[in-house]
DNA sequence: TTACCCATTTTTGTACACAATTTACGCAAC
DNA sequence: GTTGCGTAAATTGTGTACAAAAATGGGTAA
């Protein structure tokens, strides 16, 4: 049995996460509380935990809001995302895979470069591309044998960020569906590199293909939602 | 008027921090809100806003418990936490400090380098050279330009750190009391090659140089504690 | 003794009422 | 128009009662 607690929060992220919310709007506990059929005792811890987790704002007596992160803050984040994962993938070479994970690491990779080399590319490449991304970054992680250092990375994944348009988007993987071909195949090859270097236990050069490989997608990204704002800006 | 939530969170985390309870006792909410004089209510939110903060492990219908750490979780965060303070030195250096904080920085280096190098290193002299580390630290996290690398190193240094002894300390810069004059000559020569690869904008050496600076401590409370914890073995 | 079960007690989870504070709105003065 | 003020409404903060779950303890059986 789980508290209404844990189902509220994880309800409430899912939808922060998923858009419900106008950025900058107010999260009324009342109105929460009614739409999920709850007390506002849960709905309150749940708004407490999420701002925590650092989806919302909060102001005492003033409520929670949904946290919209400016393209400054996206950038730094990515930016300390990229160091923390190119440490996960130095440790991870260093430590070596099992013998099991290696099998795994070897299938994810071909997997994506069968994808990204083959004659078709459309959405179910695409989204099939995205989740094995995920996968082979998770599998790394996972491999780093810190689990403080798994818990920061994540932590640096899943925060709302939004555009100008009111579309709501992620500060996570799925980020990649906006690029062209081209990236997709810069950032397979980053991650032939980045399987070399921690299969041949290359702690240094897995670091630094790792970290460069983060900040490029960052850089993708702030790029896009600048473009993005001064389209808007020269529309308004 | 500040809510006594916020009252409770921050009194709350000063009695764990300071060692008032013991790790992996329980957290009894009634009695914490007798001694708090409020009711459960702003209990529960402190309580829930320290486990956010990693201070606290919760299991829900059991309640809150001190978290301990472990000595391998204690060298995870000092590794995540080296390579944190590695990023900032970096972006510290190459930003480039303003003229104020440059001033700072160089008085604060000095005072450091006087004391280590006097004649007299009595406690007073310990007390005020670890202040002086925490603000040389802090200045090279405050020029650092990104916020949330701030925040996420913040989180590295304010966790209850369990000896075998039943006395708690941090993982904070305070661990360096345990340190011999040695240790702190080494530490200080470190100051100083930050301090020029930082004035002089060498972004990758002051990564370098901080990265190895912050492990070192790591491992010297590991292996302190290490000690004490088979020493303690040895007795029972 | 040890293990297990059940009733009791304790503790946590939730709803709800009320207090305190902020926000909204209308009105008047400039 | 807009600026300021004051009251009313809405919203958040807190106390409290009760429900639900877990810890406790005693007794029984192997």
Chains 1, 2 share one sequence.
Not at 189 to 194: C, K, N, V, Y
Not at 197 to 205: K, M, T, V, W
Not at 206 to 225: D, F, P, T, W
Request: charged share 25%; aromatic share 6%.
């Amino acid at each position: 049995m789980v508290t209404r607690t844990e189902s509220v929060t994880r309800r409430l992220r899912e939808a922060v996460l998923g858009g419900a919310y106008v950025p900058g709007g107010r999260l009324n506990e009342m109105a929460l509380a009614e739409a999920m059929q709850v007390s506002r005792t849960p709905v309150r811890a749940a708004l407490g935990a999420l701002f925590a987790e650092g989806l919302l704002d909060y102001e005492p007596n003033c409520g929670y809001v949904v946290r919209r992160l400016s393209l400054d803050e996206a950038v730094h984040i990515y930016t300390v995302r990229a160091t923390l994962e190119g440490l996960a993938a130095r440790l991870a070479a260093e430590i070596g895979l099992t013998d099991a994970a290696r099998e795994r690491f070897r299938e994810t990779l071909d997997e994506m470069e069968r994808l990204v080399a083959g004659d078709s590319w459309g959405d179910a490449e695409q989204q099939r591309w995205g989740d094995l991304n995920i996968a082979f970054h998770g599998q790394i992680i996972a491999a780093c044998g810190n689990g403080y250092l798994a818990n920061s990375i994540q932590r640096t994944r899943t925060l709302p960020l939004l555009t100008e348009s009111g579309v709501r988007t992620f500060l996570a993987e799925r980020a990649v569906v906006w690029w062209d071909r081209v990236a997709y195949r810069r950032s397979q090859d980053d991650h032939l590199d980045l399987g070399e270097a921690i299969l041949a236990r290359h702690g240094a050069r897995a670091e630094a293909v790792m970290r460069e490989h983060v900040e490029r997608a960052g850089r993708l990204i702030g790029r896009k939602l600048a473009n993005r704002s001064e389209a808007a800006l020269a529309l308004s």
